[in-house]
Nanobody, 121 residues
Framework: QVQLVESGGGLVQPGGSLRLSCAASGNIFSIYAMGWYRQAPGKQRELVAAIGTGGTTTYVDSVKGRFTISRDNAKNTVYLQMNSLKPEDTAVYYC???????????????WGQGTQVTVSS
Protein backbone atom coordinates (compact mmCIF):
# COMPACT_ATOMS: atom_id res chain seq x y z
CA GLN A 1 0.00 0.00 0.00
CA VAL A 2 1.30 3.41 -0.98
CA GLN A 3 1.59 6.12 1.65
CA LEU A 4 2.97 9.61 1.23
CA VAL A 5 2.24 12.00 4.10
CA GLU A 6 3.64 15.51 3.90
CA SER A 7 3.83 17.92 6.83
CA GLY A 8 5.59 21.03 8.04
CA GLY A 9 4.13 23.74 5.84
CA GLY A 10 2.81 27.05 7.06
CA LEU A 11 2.88 30.80 6.74
CA VAL A 12 6.31 32.40 6.91
CA GLN A 13 7.70 35.84 6.19
CA PRO A 14 10.13 36.41 3.33
CA GLY A 15 13.60 35.38 4.41
CA GLY A 16 12.23 32.83 6.85
CA SER A 17 12.70 29.07 7.02
CA LEU A 18 10.58 25.95 7.09
CA ARG A 19 11.37 22.25 7.24
CA LEU A 20 9.06 19.89 5.41
CA SER A 21 8.80 16.20 6.18
CA CYS A 22 7.37 13.33 4.18
CA ALA A 23 6.72 9.88 5.59
CA ALA A 24 6.69 7.34 2.80
CA SER A 25 5.77 3.69 2.75
CA GLY A 26 8.77 1.42 2.74
CA ASN A 27 7.93 -0.22 -0.54
CA ILE A 28 8.57 3.11 -2.22
CA PHE A 29 11.20 4.74 -0.07
CA SER A 30 13.67 1.89 -0.06
CA ILE A 31 13.55 1.34 -3.79
CA TYR A 32 13.31 4.73 -5.46
CA ALA A 33 14.91 8.11 -5.47
CA MET A 34 12.60 10.58 -3.75
CA GLY A 35 11.63 14.07 -4.77
CA TRP A 36 9.89 17.17 -3.53
CA TYR A 37 7.55 18.83 -5.98
CA ARG A 38 5.46 21.98 -5.78
CA GLN A 39 2.44 23.42 -7.48
CA ALA A 40 1.62 27.10 -7.36
CA PRO A 41 -1.86 28.39 -8.26
CA GLY A 42 -2.37 28.35 -12.01
CA LYS A 43 0.92 26.57 -12.65
CA GLN A 44 1.97 23.03 -13.38
CA ARG A 45 3.54 20.91 -10.70
CA GLU A 46 7.31 21.07 -10.87
CA LEU A 47 10.22 19.19 -9.36
CA VAL A 48 12.01 21.17 -6.67
CA ALA A 49 14.64 18.72 -5.46
CA ALA A 50 15.42 15.03 -5.59
CA ILE A 51 17.65 12.62 -3.69
CA GLY A 52 18.81 9.21 -4.77
CA THR A 53 18.89 6.11 -2.61
CA GLY A 54 22.60 6.73 -2.16
CA GLY A 55 22.19 10.39 -1.28
CA THR A 56 22.94 12.10 -4.57
CA THR A 57 20.93 15.31 -4.82
CA THR A 58 19.65 17.57 -7.54
CA TYR A 59 17.84 20.91 -7.35
CA VAL A 60 15.95 23.20 -9.64
CA ASP A 61 18.00 26.34 -10.28
CA SER A 62 15.58 28.63 -8.46
CA VAL A 63 16.18 26.93 -5.09
CA LYS A 64 19.87 26.09 -5.30
CA GLY A 65 21.73 27.37 -2.27
CA ARG A 66 18.49 27.89 -0.33
CA PHE A 67 16.86 24.45 -0.09
CA THR A 68 18.37 21.19 1.11
CA ILE A 69 16.84 17.77 0.59
CA SER A 70 17.78 14.86 2.83
CA ARG A 71 16.51 11.41 3.70
CA ASP A 72 16.45 9.25 6.80
CA ASN A 73 16.43 5.67 5.60
CA ALA A 74 15.70 4.30 9.08
CA LYS A 75 12.50 6.36 9.27
CA ASN A 76 11.43 6.17 5.61
CA THR A 77 11.28 9.95 5.71
CA VAL A 78 12.49 12.61 3.32
CA TYR A 79 12.98 16.22 4.37
CA LEU A 80 13.19 19.58 2.66
CA GLN A 81 14.92 22.35 4.58
CA MET A 82 13.90 25.65 3.05
CA ASN A 83 15.83 28.79 3.94
CA SER A 84 15.70 32.36 2.63
CA LEU A 85 12.16 31.80 1.47
CA LYS A 86 10.70 34.08 -1.17
CA PRO A 87 7.08 34.87 -2.08
CA GLU A 88 7.56 32.94 -5.32
CA ASP A 89 8.15 29.79 -3.24
CA THR A 90 4.48 29.88 -2.25
CA ALA A 91 2.88 26.62 -3.38
CA VAL A 92 1.55 23.29 -2.24
CA TYR A 93 4.53 20.99 -1.73
CA TYR A 94 4.33 17.27 -2.39
CA CYS A 95 6.74 14.40 -2.09
CA UNK A 96 6.84 11.44 -4.41
CA UNK A 97 9.29 9.09 -5.96
CA UNK A 98 11.60 10.55 -8.59
CA UNK A 99 10.31 10.23 -11.20
CA UNK A 100 6.77 10.28 -9.78
CA UNK A 101 4.97 6.98 -9.35
CA UNK A 102 2.76 7.63 -12.36
CA UNK A 103 5.86 7.60 -14.55
CA UNK A 104 7.33 4.44 -13.07
CA UNK A 105 6.55 1.33 -15.17
CA UNK A 106 4.08 -0.88 -13.36
CA UNK A 107 3.09 1.78 -10.84
CA UNK A 108 -0.18 3.70 -10.58
CA UNK A 109 -0.20 7.44 -10.21
CA UNK A 110 -0.50 8.56 -6.59
CA TRP A 111 0.00 11.83 -4.74
CA GLY A 112 -0.46 12.66 -1.08
CA GLN A 113 -2.41 15.66 0.18
CA GLY A 114 0.59 17.96 0.09
CA THR A 115 1.46 20.72 2.52
CA GLN A 116 0.82 24.41 1.89
CA VAL A 117 3.73 26.82 2.08
CA THR A 118 2.86 30.50 2.01
CA VAL A 119 5.58 33.14 2.01
CA SER A 120 4.15 36.55 2.69
CA SER A 121 4.69 39.60 4.85
Amino acid sequence: QVQLVESGGGLVQPGGSLRLSCAASGNIFSIYAMGWYRQAPGKQRELVAAIGTGGTTTYVDSVKGRFTISRDNAKNTVYLQMNSLKPEDTAVYYCNSYPPLGRVPGRSDYWGQGTQVTVSS
